[in-house]
């Protein structure tokens, strides 16, 4: 079935960097975009973007330029986030989810979260 | 940007019950495309509706989505255990798209 499995949670310090990684399975990878959202504790549901999977062209939404990075490895049918110079605001689970049809259709399968904690 | 407001921040109601949730647009959502989602603790989110009003894949028929322009409704028609949960609206039409606050259904 159509699956999207992502890293395990990761504990880093503030300055660190983490790489989140999200593996499709069950569809053709670069058919369908993949976009990214964060969930900050106590928060609500926050988009940070999206990649092309056909042509790896990334586009960031506004507060997440700079220290977040999209990539795809197509080989392995897997999306990427790279976080770089991690604050304490950076706490959060990290989604990435496939759209239904065109690169900004509604999310139809997301990934189960990827928790990244950032503490000294 | 287009900011969605949910409301109520949290309904309390009994299984079996009828539910109604509302999602409004602070400007017109461009070709009513319009997503709800159900989460539960500690789980992703999961489509239960998109363009306003065709449920997704795999959605049971008590699950109905309803408006356009700037008002939305998700109704949950009898409340099963398993629908308490909280929901969010979604706007997909323009960028950046926006998700809403979210409305807890809680048991009441």
């Known amino acids: 079935q159509v699956q999207l499995v992502q890293s395990a949670s990761e504990l880093k310090k503030p300055g660190a960097s983490v790489k989140v990684s999200c593996k499709a399975s069950?569809?053709?990878?670069?058919?369908?975009?993949m976009h990214w959202v964060r969930h900050a504790p106590g928060q609500g549901l926050e988009w940070m973007g999206w990649?092309?999977?056909?042509?790896?062209?990334?586009t960031y939404a506004q507060g997440f330029t700079g220290r977040f990075v999209f990539s795809l490895d197509t080989s392995v049918s897997t999306a990427y986030l790279q976080i770089s110079s991690l604050k304490a605001e950076d706490t959060a689970v990290y989604y990435c989810?496939?759209?239904?049809?065109?690169?900004?259709?509604?999310?139809?399968?997301w990934g189960q979260g990827t928790m990244v904690t950032v503490s000294s | 940007e287009i900011v969605l407001t949910q409301s109520p921040g949290t309904l309390s109601l009994s299984p079996g019950e009828r539910a109604t949730l509302s999602c409004r647009a602070s400007?017109?959502?461009?070709?009513?495309?319009l997503a709800w989602y159900q989460q539960k603790p500690g789980q992703a989110p999961r489509l239960l509706i998109y363009?306003?009003?065709s449920r997704a894949t795999g959605i049971p028929d008590r699950f109905s989505g309803s408006g356009s322009g700037t008002d939305f409704t998700l109704t949950i028609s009898r409340l099963e255990p398993e629908d308490f949960a909280v929901y969010y609206c979604?706007?997909?039409?323009?960028?950046?798209?926006?998700f809403g606050q979210g409305t807890k259904v809680e048991i009441k």
């Open positions: 989810a496939k759209v239904r049809g065109w690169p900004n259709d509604a999310f139809d399968i």
């Open positions: 069950g569809y053709t990878f670069t058919t369908y975009a």
């Open positions: 990649i092309s999977t056909n042509t790896g062209n990334p």
């Open positions: 400007q017109s959502v461009r070709s009513n495309y």
């Open positions: 363009g306003a009003s």
């Open positions: 979604q706007q997909y039409g323009s960028s950046p798209r926006t």
